[in-house]
């Protein structure tokens, strides 16, 4: 149990189409990240959002956008769904940006699938 | 840029057997490497964290050693069982960069 909570745990949705998926970060955790993992491969970082702002971001086009809030919690925004965006969609939590020793923890993940 | 690389890719080994997954990494200024479990369709839950100042980490049956210099570290997994087959990923950050991580080691114990 790593206190990182996502929704929804599966979805399917139409090529096209938006998708907004969210995360509530461990308690005290003021650093949220999320990574998308296809089938066979490490996690890629999509961005990274520290004490509300965005801090980092990954090679993902303007379609992937999102939103931390004042409790830390976040959302992932994905406008106009492609096939390819099919994945595990996971967010992280930590704190102060995984500085050395601080882990990163993961939530159990957001299903996607595009058709 | 940093990349990551775990081998083998994938491992088969009868209950008991200890065994060792490899991780190696090209930029060594490190601040954490974290090695992960991964269950068929699930999340990733944190195995063990060592500092770049640390040179390995115990938990139970497992240690995980770190050879900063050389870019590469070591899960270790002693007496293994069933429990322990899943995917194991190695992934590493610099500050507040974000976590680069393996493709993992995808690990089957035999009963």
């Known amino acids: 149990e790593t206190g990182v909570t996502q929704s929804p745990t599966h979805l399917i949705k139409t090529r096209g189409q938006q998708v907004t998926l969210r995360c509530s970060s461990q308690?005290?955790?003021?650093?949220v990240s999320w990574y998308q993992q296809a089938l066979g491969q490490g996690p890629q970082f999509i961005f990274q959002?520290?004490?509300?702002?965005?801090?980092g971001r990954g090679n993902f086009p303007p379609r992937f956008s999102g939103l931390q809030f004042p409790n830390y919690s976040s959302e992932l925004n994905v406008n106009a769904l492609e096939l390819d965006d099919s994945a595990l969609y996971l967010c992280?939590?930590?704190?102060?940006?995984?500085?050395?020793?601080?882990?990163?923890?993961f939530g159990e993940g957001s299903w996607l699938t595009v058709v | 840029k940093q990349e990551v690389t775990q081998i083998p890719a994938a491992l088969s080994v009868p209950e008991g057997e200890n065994l060792v997954l490899n991780c190696s990494f090209t930029?060594?200024?490190?601040?954490?490497l974290q090695w992960f479990r991964q269950d068929p369709g699930k999340g990733l839950t944190s195995l063990l964290l060592?500092?770049?100042?640390?040179r390995e980490q115990t938990s139970g049956r497992l240690n995980a050693s770190l050879d900063k210099s050389s870019g590469r570290s070591t899960l270790y997994i002693a007496a293994s069982q069933p429990g322990d087959s899943a995917t194991y990923l190695c992934?590493?950050?610099?500050?507040?960069?974000?976590?680069?991580f393996g493709k993992g080691t995808r690990l089957s114990v035999i009963a």
């Open positions: 992934a590493v950050n610099s500050g507040n960069t974000p976590l680069v």
């Open positions: 959002y520290y004490r509300e702002e965005e801090n």
């Open positions: 060592i500092q770049s100042s640390q």
């Open positions: 308690s005290g955790h003021n650093t």
């Open positions: 930029d060594s200024a490190i601040y954490n």
């Open positions: 992280a939590s930590s704190l102060e940006g995984g500085r050395t020793g601080n882990t990163i923890y």
